[in-house]
């Protein structure tokens, strides 16, 4: 059996070592301007957590 190859995150496409995990600096630059433009987020605590949150 051959090992399967790893794929790039954004587009699916085969990951090349000089860009990895991605396969080109097009999707490395995609993926960065998800993080600078809140498309990703990493769970945390509130802002603000002194102001009461409504439930």
Do not use: H, N, V
Not at 5 to 30: H, N, T
């Amino acid at each position: 059996m051959i090992p399967s190859e790893k794929k790039c995150p954004i587009c699916g496409k085969p990951r090349k070592a000089e860009y990895a995990p991605f396969c080109s600096k097009r999707c490395r630059d995609r993926d960065l301007l998800q993080w600078l433009g809140d498309g990703y987020a990493l769970p945390g605590p509130p802002t603000f957590p002194d102001i009461p949150q409504d439930d």
